[in-house]
């Protein structure tokens, strides 16, 4: 609303200044022409008559002449019409400031002396104390049949603007303002409104977000910048509810984790020192709490590498290596486990050999991951592939292949989130925390790579990964 009226006054300005500009070189035109016509009629009427003396002319046709000056100075609402003689007396005056005008004042001599020499003169003040105001005057000669001077007109003024247009053009002006500013006012009010109520509610979402409530969602009117806010407050608060959620099931993962192990090793060495399990038996069930102890150094060392890997610690050396050769040996390490689920293995590789530039720990346990994944889900007798593929953009495609479970979709945009485990039940998972590929994807996109899963729901999954080519 401020700007708007501070523009209105801005044009008011510079209309005011246009208009009097205007205003003031009109007015000099139109007094300068009235002069000039009360002058020609005044002399016309002097020349025609037999008097010696322009008073005594105008006093024989007192009536016609106060006519013909009150037509003249009727041009403008403020203009004033003199009639002197050569000494400065003034002999007739009509118009709007008459009454004004000083009772037995005499126009300075100075001043007659250079209109009797012939000059059209322009000029404002009281004109030598005979206005009570200042006036604007221009003073036009009377000459007689000789040629000589024998009289002055005088056409004066209180202003020099035309102020019945001005009066007018501002009234117009300042109309259209609170018009304006009213139908501004109303569209103001509701645009605020339209504005407010949204940001209303994205406020009060906030406030509960902070309670710990990511159920509340922001309604979403509109799909303008407040909307797409709006919605991009909804998509927060669903992936905050989401990493509530995984993290609640990451710590039900680990709780269990970590009771299930812990309470067998527990069980199995009080049994062997309190004698209830025979010494025949010993060697069996200390394998069982060497396999349990693996398994919680497994989960240590994913939740050690997680916090390294978001405090920043984890530093990668890049360095080439083949590739093709590391996954020939991820497959070979897992040769016991392929031949107890009778899978059948293909290596699909072009090149016997391919050198990618990258940090080779970090890729052998990302390879290792998902290769383990692939055993873990494939089906029994199902087939297990490791490709390995020169790309056109100097990338080495490497892909982990297997039937099975796969995926669901309703899955899959969340495999590589923290804490998350598809297999909520683990009946198949029973080893994994759900840190994995979420370490995987963070080492990937350190590279600079992508990694993604492709899957058909109860038929097989392919996890791919970019590398660059040295």
Not at 269 to 281: A, R, S, T, W, Y
């Amino acid at each position: 609303m401020l700007i708007i009226l501070s523009g209105f006054l801005v044009i008011i300005l510079i209309v005011s200044a246009i208009i009097g500009n205007y205003s003031i070189d009109a007015k000099t035109e139109i007094m300068e022409n009235s002069a000039r016509t009360a002058g020609a009629y005044v002399e016309g009427l002097f020349n025609t008559s037999s008097f010696d003396g322009i008073e005594d002319v105008v006093n024989a046709s007192v009536d016609d002449v106060e006519e013909m000056l009150e037509n003249i100075a009727g041009y403008s609402d403020d203009m004033t019409v003199l009639v002197s003689d050569n000494s400065g007396k003034i002999v007739l005056a009509v118009g709007s400031g008459k009454e004004n005008i000083l009772g037995g004042a005499n126009i300075p001599k100075a001043f007659m002396d250079n209109v009797n020499n012939g000059e059209e003169i322009s000029r404002d003040g009281v004109l030598g104390g005979i206005f009570l105001t200042e006036q604007y005057v221009h003073a036009v000669p009377v000459y007689n049949k000789d040629g000589a001077v024998c009289g002055t007109v005088f056409v004066c003024a209180e202003s020099l603007m035309l102020s019945k247009l001005m009066e007018d053009i501002i009234k117009a002006i300042i109309l259209a303002i609170l018009w304006v500013l009213l139908a501004a006012l109303i569209a103001v009010y509701f645009i605020t409104e339209r504005i407010t109520r949204p940001l209303k509610d994205i406020s009060n979402a906030a406030k509960e977000f902070a309670k710990g409530r990511f159920d509340v969602r922001v309604p979403v009117r509109t799909n303008d910048e407040i909307g797409r806010l709006a919605g991009a407050m909804n998509n927060m608060a669903e992936s905050l509810d989401n990493y509530d959620t995984m993290r609640n099931t990451f710590m039900s993962n680990v709780s269990h984790d970590l009771r299930s192990p812990m309470t067998s090793i527990s069980g199995f060495v009080d049994g062997i020192l309190d004698g209830v399990i025979p010494p025949e038996k010993h060697e069996y069930y200390l394998r069982i709490v060497s396999t349990e102890v693996k398994r919680l150094s497994r989960l240590v060392a994913s939740l050690l590498d997680l916090s390294r890997i978001q405090a920043g610690d984890r530093k990668f050396t890049m360095a080439p290596f083949d590739i093709t050769e590391m996954c020939r040996e991820i497959l070979i390490s897992f040769e016991q486990k392929i031949n107890e689920k009778r899978l059948e293995v293909e290596f699909d590789c072009a090149d016997s050999s391919l050198i990618v530039v990258a940090d080779r720990d970090a890729i052998y346990q990302i390879a290792y991951n998902l290769c383990d994944n692939a055993v873990k889900f494939a089906s029994e007798g199902g087939v297990l592939r490791i490709g390995v593929k020169r790309l056109k953009n100097r990338k080495a495609l490497v892909s982990v292949y297997n039937d099975g479970q796969g995926i669901s979709p309703a899955d899959i945009p969340y495999v590589f989130e923290r804490f998350y485990k598809s297999d909520k039940s683990r009946g198949l998972n029973k080893n994994g925390a759900g840190l994995g590929l979420f370490i995987s994807k963070t080492i990937i996109e350190a590279h600079g790579e992508e990694i993604w899963v492709e899957s058909n729901y109860e038929k097989d999954c392919c996890f791919s990964f970019t590398l660059p080519i040295e």
